[in-house]
Antibody, heavy 121, light 110 residues
C-alpha cells in the first residue's frame, strides 16, 4: 500500500525558504505513470495546488507561486521535495504531498498526512 | 476567492440524500474532468470521485458524481454519521493553467 510522509521544519522565519521532503514507500516514483506534487491548505481550509512533477523531470507550477517554488524528485531515495522562497505569513498552511493522475492534475489518489508549517519570527 | 464555487455548508438528516454543487466556467469544469474529496477533521483529503463520475475502489455507491455544462454535483445518499465532513471539488483550468479547487462545503447533520 502506498504511503506518503512529509517532513521538514514546522516553523520558518519570514523572508526565508521553506523546505519540505516527501518520502514515498510501498511504490516507486521511478517508472510510475503518476505525477507527484504538493498541495497546501490554509488555516481557513482553502486548498491550493502548488506544483507537480514527473519522474522524468517534467514540472508544472501554479502560476502565482511559480517564481518562488522549486519542486524536485530524487528517484534513488524515492523522495519528492519542495522549496518555497521568500515566505510570508500568508504561506502558513498545512502542506500535503500527493500522487496525481496526470499533468493536468485530474485527481490525487494518495495523500500524505500533511505537515503544518508556520511562518513567524 | 475560489475559482470553483461551492456552498459553504449543507445540512441533512441521517438516511437522507444531499447534493453538493460546484460551479465553474467553460475553461475549467466545462471542458475537464472533475474530482471530489472528503476531508474528515484532522485528516488529509480522501479521493471520493474521479473523472467526474467514477469511484475509486472502496468508495461505496452512495457517493456519485455528475456534471452538466459548467457545474458539477456530488450526491450522497443514505447519509451516515461518518459522512459529516468537508467536501471539495477540483479540476484543471485551461486559462489559468492550474489545478483549481472549490472552497469546500461542510456537511452537518440536522
Amino acid at each position: 500500500q502506498l504511503h506518503l510522509q512529509e517532513s521538514g521544519p514546522g516553523l520558518v522565519k519570514p523572508s526565508e525558504t521553506l523546505s519540505l521532503t516527501c518520502t514515498v514507500s510501498g511504490g516507486s516514483i521511478r517508472g510510475s505513470t503518476y505525477y507527484w506534487g504538493w498541495i497546501r491548505q490554509s488555516l481557513g481550509k482553502q486548498l491550493e495546488w502548488i506544483a507537480s512533477m514527473y519522474h522524468s523531470g517534467r514540472t508544472f507550477y501554479n502560476p502565482p507561486l511559480k517564481s518562488r517554488v522549486t519542486i524536485s524528485v530524487d528517484t534513488s531515495k524515492n523522495q519528492v521535495s519542495l522549496e518555497l522562497s521568500s515566505v510570508t505569513a500568508a504561506d502558513t498552511a498545512v502542506y500535503y504531498c500527493a500522487r496525481t493522475s496526470d499533468a493536468s492534475g485530474s485527481y490525487s489518489d494518495s495523500w500524505g498526512q500533511g505537515t503544518l508549517v508556520t511562518v513567524s519570527s | 476567492q475560489s475559482v470553483l464555487t461551492q456552498p459553504p455548508s449543507v445540512s441533512a438528516a441521517p438516511g437522507q440524500k444531499v447534493s453538493i454543487s460546484c460551479s465553474g466556467s467553460y475553461s475549467n469544469i466545462g471542458v475537464n474532468y472533475v474530482s471530489w474529496y472528503q476531508q474528515l477533521p484532522g485528516t488529509a483529503p480522501k479521493l471520493l470521485i474521479y473523472n467526474t463520475d467514477k469511484r475509486p475502489s472502496g468508495i461505496p455507491d452512495r457517493f456519485s458524481g455528475s456534471k452538466s455544462g459548467t457545474s458539477a454535483t456530488l450526491d450522497i445518499t443514505g447519509l451516515q454519521a461518518g459522512d459529516e465532513a468537508d467536501y471539495y471539488c477540483q479540476t484543471w483550468d485551461n486559462s489559468l493553467t492550474a489545478v483549481v479547487f472549490g472552497g469546500g462545503t461542510e456537511l452537518t447533520f440536522l
